[in-house]
């Protein structure tokens, strides 16, 4: 393994699959309207006659096991929801487009299992919920009269994952028409072999599939434009495409001084490709791209754009609460500027590929990504179904396809996604090597070794030599399709898998939350670049990657609160987040903040518990100033500021530094009022933040992100509703049940309160407030109107927000 890694890579911004989707230029259309789902399994839901008019009508995407209910009888690992086998069903006609060249039906992720039939022809089977895929309708097609495409998603198995998958046709679904020569499904790449500050070279890669009996000539023209609209570079190909073959034009394009993608300057142009046969325009595809150039070295860290610089990453998984798996983009717009706000400017896409919007939006807001294939290989992890770590646990899962389709299902994760400038490393796989979950080795009876499931060396278990095995096949298959980019693995095990050759196969090398083995191993092996791929939200993590010059940095688990990876029953949902399901910040967040931002902020938290140990205190503290009258105490400061002092009722409690490793802290005896907290920088006042009494809950406040919609197309909305009292004090301690109605062309996708243990129906308009708040989602139905959203609750009034559709 080289101890430099230097990559140059024009990348794109926007997936053309999701770019494309309303332009009939390029033959992309938006297929989640208008379809049928019946929750179980049915004879015959694949006929063209079958009668499905009795069957619940939808629009896509939809995640039927978010719809519950939850309970004790489902699998801790997944929530506690339901799964089972689901079908969906849609009739449709062709436009004259689509009637003449090809048809293709493609699929961002089916979970699971799925099997797809048109007008009752069988066109296969994906197993894999995660990974995109498509088939051509053309030759079943009937042209001029209606058509039948069934969908069949086996979830049976429930505990089949060690997170929420969610179940059912949860991303997007379109219909691409194409001329009989076109540009196929992820035909179209982008390279750089030059960036430099005075020019950059982009070599486009354009792929034509000739459908015809004949040899067929065509001019491919490429042109690129900078964000005002000018195009500062065009060529034109002319190639020959043999009947039934596949020819690739291969164009460069030279760029001037270009602009330079990054994570806090994300530089986008714009690439258009035309085909043209016999001067008329037979395909087209456009997309935003960027430059940028990635370096990884063993002894310097990262650098992006040559300049060194530290990752501050957060692990996600793809589900957002209330919506379950099918989640809309605003709502990862949202998510994401979150992130941005605490100082993220990495995202790890853990342990699957994502939504195909989720990078685009990554490209766009400016976040590095390590994009993640697996969770397991050929052996399956252990499903626990009565909480995490206790009873009995499944090996329900993935592995059991692997052998047949991890190739495939890798290599289109990479070619779906190798265009985007924000991927700056593919991970073949998470804690695979995760101490006698399943692979064993006699080293686990020696040393420190975190995370072992047992004791030691179990001399039944697979031997830890497989790991290598595999990983090579894998690492294989990336660099055929992307050698620009390092391949990597998150390693839970590293004291066993340092037995084998599997990090020596890997460009870098992810540590999951074994920070005490960085400096050791980096003197053990210098030529290796390590990184934290999983790592807590301490202080002491990050300073562990501050502190080390190789070390480039880290991916917290986790970004967001999450459902599934549950503890026992009733807690349905991982409470690992900075932020919760809802997106509102916790303590984590705060003094995640503190580390990563250099605006300078502050922020309190409370407890009655007694607590020294810091983290344990913040897991237990409230953001609240209501207690019993002359209670015990204990107050903690979050800042990134040098001193912080604490004030109750205007009387100082005195000044503490805020350079520790830990957080100042004040014992006193609540006293009711205000208690304020001040930050300074070299005896200057830069931050504040105060806690007040309040009283009881009798306003509802809101914050909404839009005024109105466009007609033309759905969009969704955020309500971000607050209780508070008589002058206007958030009433953290509130449970009040709000109601949500709605009038004109809109409707409720769910609230989300962010409390792990609720078991309120997400299908209700009607969830208590956790800790005063609560969040609603608002969905256009691109239709014109008013839209006028009721909120209401016993004691609180109503409060009504409108909206215009226009």
């Known amino acids: 393994m080289k101890k430099i890694y230097i990559l140059f890579v024009l990348t794109t911004i926007l997936c053309p ?24 399994d049915v004879k015959g839901g694949e006929a063209i006659k079958f009668n499905d008019q009795q069957w619940r009508s939808l629009s896509l995407p939809h995640d039927w096991s978010i719809e519950g209910p939850f309970s004790s009888e489902w699998a801790s690992s997944t929530g506690y929801l339901p799964a089972g086998i689901g079908w969906y069903r849609k009739t449709f006609t062709l436009t004259q487009q689509q009637q003449s060249g090809k048809v293709f039906i493609y699929f961002d992720g089916v979970y699971k299992n799925s099997e797809v039939w048109i007008n009752g022809h069988y066109l296969g089977k994906r197993p894999n919920g995660y990974t995109p895929f498509q088939y051509e309708l053309s030759p079943y ?50 390279t750089t072999p030059e960036v430099t500050a005075a020019q950059a070279m982009a070599k486009v890669d354009v792929k034509l599939q000739n459908s015809t009996t004949a040899t067929t000539t065509v001019v491919v023209k490429t042109s690129l434009a900078d964000s005002k609209g000018k195009v500062v570079a065009s060529k034109d190909q002319q190639l020959a495409v043999k009947a039934g073959e596949e020819a690739t034009a291969t164009l460069s394009l030279p760029v001037v001084s270009p602009a330079l993608w990054s994570d806090d300057k994300p530089e986008l142009y714009r690439l258009s490709v035309s085909v043209f046969q016999n001067g008329k325009t037979i395909d087209q595809y456009t997309e935003k791209v960027g430059f940028r150039t990635i370096k990884f070295d063993a002894e310097e860290g990262f650098f992006l754009n040559g300049k060194n610089m530290k990752i501050k990453g957060v692990c996600i998984h793809h589900d957002a ?71 009995t646990p499944t090996k329900d899962g993935y592995h059991e396809d692997f052998a047949e389709w991890a190739d495939r299902d890798l290599g289109d994760m990479v070619k779906r996604n190798r265009n985007h400038p924000s991927i700056i490393m593919w991970s073949i796989g998470n804690e695979i090597d995760y101490p006698n979950d399943p692979y064993t080795h006699e080293v686990l009876n020696t040393g420190r070794n975190p995370q072992i499931y047992g004791k030691g060396f179990i001399k039944n278990n697979p031997p830890a030599s497989e790991l290598a095995e595999i990983a090579s096949r894998l690492v294989k298959v990336v660099k055929q399709l992307d050698d620009t980019r390092p391949v990597t693995a998150a390693l839970a095990g590293v004291v066993m898998s340092n037995m084998t050759d599997y990090p020596d196969l890997l460009d870098l090398v992810g540590y999951n939350y074994q920070e005490y083995r960085y400096a050791d191993d980096h003197k053990a092996y210098p030529k290796r670049i390590i990184y934290g791929s999983e790592n807590g939200k301490g202080k002491k993590e990050w300073v562990a990657v501050d502190t080390s010059k190789n070390v480039f940095g880290q991916f917290l688990w986790t970004g967001f609160d999450f459902v599934g990876e549950a503890r026992k029953w009733p807690v349905r949902s991982s409470g690992a987040g900075l932020a919760n399901m809802a997106g509102f910040p916790k303590n984590d967040y705060f003094v995640r903040q503190s580390l990563w931002s250099a605006k300078p902020m502050a922020y309190l938290m409370v407890a009655n518990n007694g607590e020294k140990e810091a983290n344990r205190f913040m897991w237990n503290a409230d953001a609240k100033w209501n207690w019993k009258d002359g209670e015990q105490v204990k107050v903690g400061a979050v800042t990134n500021a040098d001193e912080a002092e604490l004030f109750l009722n205007g009387t100082s409690l005195g000044k503490k530094s805020a350079d520790g490793d830990d957080y100042p802290m004040w014992d006193l005896k609540y006293q009711a009022g205000t208690l304020l907290l001040k930050a300074y920088n070299k005896g200057e006042e830069v931050a504040t933040y105060s806690l007040v009494t309040a009283g009881r809950a009798t306003v509802i406040s809101t914050k909404v992100d839009r005024a109105d919609f466009d007609q033309a197309k759905k969009g969704v909305s955020h309500i971000e509703i607050e209780l508070k009292d008589a002058k206007g004090n958030l009433v953290y301690d509130s449970e009040n049940e709000i109601s949500v109605s709605i009038e004109g062309p809109a409707k409720l996708l769910g609230l989300e309160s962010g409390k792990l243990d609720s078991h309120e129906s997400y299908q209700s308009p009607q969830r208590k407030v956790y800790r005063g708040k609560l969040l609603a989602y608002i969905q256009s139905d691109a239709k014109p109107g008013t839209i006028k959203v009721t909120l209401s609750g016993e004691g609180l009034g109503e409060k009504t927000i409108t909206y215009q559709s226009k």
């Not at 009269?145 to 179940?167: C, E, F, L, M, Q």
């Open 141 to 190: 097609l009937n042209k001029t009269g209606n058509n039948v495409i069934a969908v069949k998603a086996d979830h049976t198995k429930y505990a089949d994952s060690r997170w929420y998958p969610g179940s059912g046709i949860y991303r997007n679904v379109y219909l691409i028409a194409k001329e009989k020569v076109y540009i196929p499904t992820w035909g179209v790449s982008f």
């Open 17 to 40: 699959i999701f770019s494309a989707a309303q332009d009939d230029a390029t033959g992309y259309t938006l297929f989640n309207e208008g379809w049928k789902f019946q929750k179980g």
């Open 321 to 391: 609460g209330a919506l379950g798996a099918a989640v809309p983009r605003e709502v990862w717009a949202r998510r994401l500027q979150i992130m941005k706000e605490v100082g993220c400017n990495a995202i790890r896409m853990s342990h699957y590929p994502h939504q195909d919007y989720l990078y685009e939006l990554c490209d766009e807001m400016g976040f590095l990504v390590m994009d993640e294939a697996f969770d397991e290989w050929a052996r399956g992890k252990n499903k626990w179904v009565e909480g995490w770590n206790v009873g």
